[in-house]
């Protein structure tokens, strides 16, 4: 249900002084937990004027209760302490766990201008929290105990993550640099939020618009739908509008025949944030320069060091140990790839030429057309026989659809969840693309599990998929597939959390391991069982014939030379971003950008970076900086993993409830490289993982 209101979320706001004043008269949803299950959030109750207020109110409740923890008489205790931080909050959290997923996903104009306004004040709320001079004073105290307090291991382990957090934080600087400590984060919060709607605005305007039809040659009839529909919600009936993703390379450019178009997409897509009212350099310089000082005053020689080391990696050596084994490897797998290419083109193709020449050698060498596999890969079809089932296969899931709670756009589709012993909590979809979602894929969470607090999780995954004309099947890529699968992954992740503390619960565990359980949920999609249930023609219902399941196979490492340079390339980019020290003058982006990719090897003209710093969202718009290093990371845990379903059997109810219960279910609550070990045996090897990425020259 969606319900259509003044001011409601995804249209347009109210003027928001005004609201402001009218949402505390009238009663703010935010302020009592959800009357829907699970504490659902009553979208048919919010409004955008409810933000500010429920922001406002939730900051204070919080500062009232750490006031009240920090003069409490007598002796400090873990209970009085640690567990009172725990339970507060609660009004802050739930305004939000919304907010901020709506900046994603429904980003009005009314949400920008409250995320502007309050961005700041977050920053500073939490710097009040963690730099209070009498609350770091209680936690050093038990910290200093902790050998003593007979604590649980959780307990233990979520005294020690306090401690440690408040130190990386600042708790132990003296007052002048707490106060320049205030700034600087309170600064890089309003910058963050500035790239993110620069590049949200931008994208928007790069749209590239085709007049002619006869241009859009090679292109699906269904694709070619989407962009007319795309072109005439833009005010540009009987014209096409061909949309940019957030990476650099465009799905499209693998079927245009027509090159002139190939390459005024390429170019607007790489050129965003270069320039023109929406240019992000600016952003970009200030922000690595503000990380830089910030490290500084905590300590280390630059932002990398300081964000790295409570990663799993630990240090920026072990992260350069690593990439350093596979860059030089991939590059040159690149440039084979790229000459094979330029042989069938006849000519040296171009950055906008080779997805298009490496889908004709991909039909060459493997019979494979990707655009064939499309009237087999139906979304409703790919979700409950592909996505569900396999859920429900390895881990006993149920999911039923709810159409009783309220959305907070028409698109938007909820879920319950539950297995053989009952409710696990909610499932929710968004999966079109439209003007107000940011590029890209994630996971976010409306409610996060824990037992202190007695609730269980309502996880959402978000998806950018074109959505097609009315009444026409919205037929997806092999990749969209992949990414719904990786998505999925991260909402088990989330729904099946089993924590005390809401500290720990879900994703909340290292940035370089949190997608290890995201990646390895790919591994279903090629599942003979599952494939076979999924990949049905949308019209026959004939299954994907097995000539062209076998071909898929075979075609997995074809182009990885590719797509691990394009990777390897931003994450390295992100990592020569945060290695500057504070005193170091960078003046120009794209000088920076192109020779830190040099400087890695990696400077291979059809492979450039995934995302370029102006764009790279992940980095100046999220929490990924010094970070993206993480997704490989991850991918040697994953790679192993697979290995060890394969050893064991594969699909099998066992299997996925020894992940569950050893890695899915933990969340932060215990270390993750322990959790690995309890469930593999062992440390994780790298082998599998160069295996297949095609780099065992690495």
């Not at 401690?163 to 984060?185: I, M, P, Y």
């Amino acid at each position: 249900m969606y319900v259509n209101l003044s001011g409601n979320l995804c249209g347009t706001g109210l003027n928001l002084h005004h609201a402001h004043m009218l949402a505390r008269v009238i009663g703010n949803p935010f302020l009592a937990p959800s009357p829907l299950p699970f504490e659902f959030p009553d979208f048919a109750a919010i409004r955008e004027e409810h933000f500010r207020p429920a922001f406002e109110a939730g900051m204070a409740e919080q500062r009232a209760e750490v006031d009240a923890i920090t003069a409490t008489p007598g002796p400090v205790t873990f209970e009085n302490t640690i567990v009172g931080l725990e339970r507060s909050g609660r009004v802050l959290d739930r305004v939000s766990r919304v907010f901020f997923a709506l900046v994603g996903a429904c980003s009005t104009a009314g949400i920008r201008e409250i995320e502007a306004e309050v961005a700041p004040l977050l920053a500073a709320h939490s710097d009040a929290i963690v730099l209070d001079p009498r609350l770091f004073a209680r936690i050093e105290e038990l910290h200093a105990s902790r050998a003593e307090l007979g604590l649980d291991p959780e307990s233990l382990r979520l005294l020690e993550r306090r401690h440690r957090d408040a130190v990386r934080a600042g708790a132990r600087l003296g007052a002048a640099e707490q106060d320049r400590l205030r700034a600087l984060n309170a600064e890089l919060s309003a910058l963050s939020t500035e790239f993110g709607t620069a590049l949200l605005a931008g994208a928007n305007a790069a749209a590239v618009l085709v007049d002619d039809p006869a241009q859009l040659a090679g292109l699906s009839p269904d694709a070619v739908s989407a962009a007319a529909r795309t072109a005439a919600d833009r005010g540009h009936e009987g014209k096409h509008l061909l949309t940019l993703v957030l990476p650099t390379g465009q799905p499209a450019l693998a079927s245009l025949t027509d090159r002139d178009l190939r390459e005024r997409l390429h170019r607007a897509s790489i050129a965003r944030g270069l320039g023109g009212e929406h240019d992000t350099r600016a952003i970009v310089l200030r922000t690595v320069a503000l990380r830089a000082e910030r490290a500084q005053l905590l300590g280390h020689p630059h932002h990398a060091s300081w964000a790295v080391e409570i990663g799993t990696a630990g240090t920026v050596e072990a992260i350069d140990a690593m990439l350093g084994k596979l860059a030089p490897v991939a590059a040159a797998n690149a440039e084979a790839e790229a000459a094979e290419l330029s042989r069938t083109a006849g000519f040296p193709v171009e950055a906008w030429d080779r997805a298009f020449y490496a889908e004709l050698v991909r039909r060459e060498r493997f019979a494979l057309d990707a655009a064939a596999l499309r009237p087999y890969l139906e979304l409703e079809r790919v979700l409950h026989d592909g996505v569900f089932h396999a859920a429900g296969e390895l881990y006993g899931l149920r999911f039923a659809e709810r159409h009783d709670l309220p959305g907070y756009h028409p698109d938007v589709r909820v879920f319950d969840v539950s297995d053989e012993n009952g409710p696990l909590g909610l499932f929710v979809a968004d999966f079109y693309a439209r003007d107000s979602k940011r590029g890209g894929a994630w996971m976010n969470s409306f409610v996060t599990q824990s037992r202190l607090l007695g609730r269980r999780p309502v996880v959402t995954n978000t998806l950018n998929i074109a959505k097609p004309a009315d009444g026409e099947p919205t037929l997806l890529t092999i990749d969209n597939v992949r990414t719904l699968f990786h998505e999925f992954g991260h909402a088990l992740h989330g729904l099946f959390s089993d924590v005390e503390y809401p500290t720990f619960a879900g994703t909340a565990v290292p940035r370089d391991f949190v997608e290890y359980p995201s990646q390895v949920n790919e591994m279903w999609l090629e599942e003979p069982a599952i494939l076979a249930r999924y990949a049905r023609h949308h019209e026959t219902g004939e299954p994907l014939p097995a000539e062209l399941v076998a071909r898929l196979a075979e075609s997995r490492q074809f182009g990885e030379g590719f797509a691990t340079t394009e990777y390897l390339a931003a994450a390295l980019l992100d990592q020569a971003w945060h290695r500057l020290a504070a005193d170091t003058d960078v003046t120009g982006v794209e000088a920076f950008e192109a020779a830190a990719i040099e400087d890695a090897g990696l400077a291979v003209p059809t492979a450039p970076p995934r995302y370029r710093s102006t764009y790279f969202n992940h980095v100046f718009g999220g929490g990924y900086s010094a970070g993206y290093y993480s997704y490989i990371w991850s991918e040697v845990l994953d790679a192993d993993t697979v290995e060890w379903f394969r050893e064991n059997g594969g699909l099998r109810r066992e299997n996925g409830d020894a992940f569950r219960r050893e890695l899915l279910s933990r969340g932060g609550s215990v270390d993750p490289m322990d959790a690995y070990r309890a469930f593999r045996g062992r440390d994780p090897e790298l082998a599998p993982l160069l295996i297949r990425r095609g780099l065992t020259g690495a």
